[in-house]
């Protein structure tokens, strides 16, 4: 059972990001009101992933993260996920001009390794695909976001982490179709379960895979526990 700490200034944001992250999989061990109070509380209680909400990222904040995830003490590993409400997507500079301070910031977190980055207007199902991804290994970074932090810091983040985007949600159909997975079923039970052609099957199971970024239905079967679309 993966433990999240939820941080955010307001009561209404904790109680929505507490409910996007109540998954299968995953345990809300502790909701925190700021970067203080969280990194003062994980030193007791430990954690996998913080879920953190900020209006905007100030250089104190930025340096903080970085050294929270990066002298982290404890033997597991720490990951946050940070959902951003200002980092400017459009960056209007030449090559000659010095990337701004906030893209420095950014890209500063980006390489610990360790910090993931959403836009605060992410559906619930993104930062549900983000914790799942999270959790398996991997860093999520916003396309939009990749490419003002690789312009920013002069190359490519994605020549030093695996970074993905947040997966693209299911149809009802999909979701129907993964849950039969789950349960262990062929193609043609599917088929027979759902009344649909086993054709039918095989597109919804390629349309899976794609959307989960897998390669293979016990993949798709995991991370769709992850993320709250199986029903275990």
């Not at 946050?80 to 409400?85: D, E, H, P, R």
């Not at 990337?99 to 500063?108: F, I, K, N, T, Y």
């Not at 039918?200 to 970024?213: E, G, M, P, R």
Request: proline letters at 5%; one cysteine or more.
């Amino acid at each position: 059972m993966a433990q999240v700490v939820i941080c955010a200034e307001n009561s209404v944001t904790r109680a929505g990001l507490a409910a996007m992250a109540t998954i299968a999989g995953v345990e809300i061990v502790d909701q925190m009101a700021d970067l203080k109070q969280l990194i003062s509380g994980l030193q007791t209680q430990p954690a996998d992933l913080v879920l953190l909400a900020l209006p905007e990222l100030s250089h104190p904040t930025a340096q903080a993260l970085v050294q929270l995830v990066t002298e982290w003490p404890f033997e597991t590993t720490l990951s946050v996920l940070l959902l951003l409400g200002t980092w400017d997507p459009a960056l209007s500079q030449t090559e000659d001009e010095a990337p701004s301070l906030l893209h420095q910031r950014l890209s500063g977190l980006v390489k610990t390794g360790g910090v993931s980055i959403l836009p605060l207007t992410v559906s619930v199902e993104q930062v549900r695909g983000a914790i799942a991804a999270i959790l398996t290994g991997s860093v999520v970074l916003y396309p939009e976001l990749a490419e003002v932090i690789s312009l920013a810091d002069g190359s490519s983040a994605k020549m030093h982490l695996e970074i993905h985007s947040p997966i693209e949600p299911l149809t009802p159909r999909e979701i129907e179709v993964l849950n039969q997975l789950a349960a262990g079923l062929s193609n043609r039970a599917i088929a027979d379960e759902l009344m649909i052609s086993e054709h039918t099957v095989k597109f919804h199971i390629s349309a899976i895979l794609s959307k989960l970024n897998v390669a293979s239905r016990t993949e798709a079967v995991t991370v769709g526990i992850r993320a709250g679309l199986v029903m275990i």
